[in-house]
């Protein structure tokens, strides 16, 4: 069929940049890996959220998923660290540039074992960036030993099993106080698209703890990192809508049926509720229900926690605002006036 | 009273000649105590006097019990390194009273509390008894304030033996207690106690005085870390990430509190210095990697044990070609491994920290003004070439009192280095060079161009961070080409570098046969060692070292001298092994001197050092 038509400009955002222009370096991962999904959603979610992509400031350690912050937002800058250690480089840019959007994209491996210190201090102190842990439970680059996340009595490829309990990271990650605490699934697209736009739009750091299958060594019938497994036993505990602060909100809304939750740039995060009763600013609760999901083995995915009001690092230091990198030269100098003083008191 | 008539009043007449503003007072407590107001304030007076000082604390690890001693030199020359020889002894730490007063010199004047009945352990030094315990019931009311005012009594003993001026005292403790009333009132009671005990009491039986002289006018008093901390605010830092490690912290503290007054910005208010303190020294780094790639001048402060952890970062920035600047003020041993006391001791694996190939640019103040001026320079350096930069202080430097000029302002523009801030700038970039490729040699210095995140709105703007693995491009690559390619360029930056590294200082003395090279705070007594020395007939040249990088002086010094030794304050001889490495043939002249005992380097080691290997 031939056409005479020009051919359609693709649609434009706020910011007026189509969804190509949030895109990045072609993957290197294996065929079928979740992380390239995530990738995709985080390209979408940037998009819709008009995020002006030379402010993102893309943050990684090491491990398949540290790889994956190539594979988006090329407009953005990028720093691959050391392994389990992105957190205090993420923490030290958002201090002197409080103006950059942080998104960290981690593993297993990366979060939970080597970089479990980090992790743990970068949520004591609420440095606002998204963080995202794509789980599989299986180191992927080393080629398939047992992560810390990894579910006590899974098997590996070779028939290992894993006799440790597993870190659950969204447990962790409430105990110390992080604001936006989600779980959810490489495969729940639409799911994982709704709670990083959330993530985005929170202040704080926001956590999302995706399982994400590692098509080569922990898809196998035994593990519970799996493709099956995890399509077999998901249970969302809500289905969640993300309104912008720039879009018209509806004030009607059951709630018995929905819980809305308002951010602090004023968009908005309806949760319909497919668990009775579950109030996700509740920290009790959310601990409860994580501890209630890891004893029973089952799958919760959504918006866990959510504490949209708190404190991020950079209000509590004193720092938010005109970045600290623009000021100019010539005031980063006290006066000679301000040394001779010193001077003077030393004598 | 004229001196004259005092000294007939209360000395026995010829013992020996006096000493006059040439000895060190050794005064022994139990740490936690408080001594430290009292001997600052001992030390001040005789600074007022006009009589060049220096005060060292040699401190246990510990916060309270364990023996702690604080030497004050006097030096009519100036000579402000640690002497060997104590001339005055004051003891107050029953524990180590009869130790100490064993390893005086003859001749030495001994200072105690009574009870201890120290006055039998040797006959050839001059005891002084003095009822500490009970002079203090007597003087101080208050029950919880006599443990530290019975320190200020020695104070006053002190004063009265040795001539300190009363007023100079009083000066002093006003400055200590920063004028509170109540504060004064309480120790001048316990000071003029001492001293009017001692006068009715004491009779002068050894040889130490002090006089007057005009040798200190203008000057002031500082710790090391205190002016590398001054030299950090002025050079315009904006980030510090920094992990409490004895002998580093109080650096970190110092400029926390003279940013706080100092670095608001004078149009809006706000802090422009933001200050994290990190779970460790591995984050403490990586967050000045975050803030120096986002474009702030960032730091961090520590000593041996966390420059170790923080060797895989270091390692990235290097690659990466970030700018930081890391202040290691050195000290012994790893976990309990004498970490209250001093050594030059990461100089070689600070020079090659990371894995893989690297060599950083390393300082060496050697003194409290070029902790200053050096600190300055760090932050210069590191923007220049875009990479970690070592600023390698000591113990002895960094928490010791010294006396120096007021440091000059400096006026010096900031050196921000190769970065494109803004879209003109990068524009002008492309069509000069066809595009930005972050690790391009376009200068042929080897140093590339660099961009900051979230300044400029461009697609060309914008590159991938990562460690060795990148082309010029700053994508990623395991081609064997693009990798040598980089390491070349990273050399030939080490070879710019070495045009902008301080230059050692070197003194060039007609027919000298001899030469000592030395660095950092051994500059103090090898100063001291080559006047006596030269006063022993043996004239020697100096070459200071005061970076590495080594530059073309040092080769050309030591070809210039039959025999050269190198000072270390080391047992492996850390600095002599990398000048070996840089010689080649003219390494067979080299000879090693070695301290390594955990107190700071003395003249005597030099010259015995010296003089053992000039006898070979």
Redesign the interface.
Known sequence: MSSTAEPKAPPTNRVGLSVKEYGGSKSTLCVGCGHDVITRQITQALYEMSV?P??V?KMSGIGCSSKT??YFA?????????HG?M???????????P??LAIGVSGDGDTASIGA??F??LLR?NVPMVYIVENNGVYGLTKGQFSATADAGSKLKTGAVNDLPAIDLCAMAIELGCGYVARSFSGDMKQLLGLLKGALAHRGTALLDVVSPCVTFNNHDSSTKSYKWAKDHEIPIHEIGFIPYYEEISVDYDPGTTQDVELHDGSHIRLRKLREDYDATDKAKALALCQEAQAKTEFLTGLIYVEPLKKDFLEL???A??P??S?P?A????S?K???E???A?? | MSSAVLEEKRSEPGIRPPVLNDFSIHVATANGSGSQSSNSILMRAIFQMGIPVSGKNLFPSNIQGLPTWFTIRASKEGFIARRRDVGVLICMNPETAHEDVRTVAPGAAVIYEESLKLDTLRDDVVFYPVPFQKLVLELVTDGKLRRLAINMIYVGVAAWLLDVDMAEIEKAVAKQFKSKAAAVDINMKAIRGGHDWAAKNLTKRDPFRLERMNATAGKIIIEGNAASAIGCMMAGVQFLAWYPITPSSSLAESLIDYAAKHRLDPETGKPTFAVVQAEDELAALGMVLGAGWAGARAMTTTSGPGISLMSEFTGLGYYAEVPAVIVDVQRVGPSTGLPTRTMQGDITSTYYLGHGDAKHILLLPASVEECYTMSMDAFDLAERFQTPVFLMSDLDLGMNNWMADPFPFSDRPLDRGKVLKTKEELEAHVAKFREFARYRDVDGDGIPYRTLPGFIDSLAATYFTRGSGHNERAQYTERPDDYKNNMDRLARKLETAKKHVPRPVVAKVPGAKVGVIAYGSSDFAVEEARVILGRKGLQTGYLRLRALPFTPETAEFVKAHDRVYVIDQNRDGQMYDLLRLELNADASKLSSIRHYDGFPLDAETVIEGIEAGEKR
């Open positions: 002006p030379h402010k400031a912050t190539a090329d407009r953005g800058h990028g720093f691959n660290a050391v250690r957190p205090a480089v993420a923490t030290g840019a958002m201090m002197v540039n103006g950059l210190g980090q743990v201090h102190r230091s004193g720092v605002g005109e600290i990198v000021v030269d005031r980063l100098r006290p000679k301000a040394l001779d010193i001077m003077e030393l004598k």
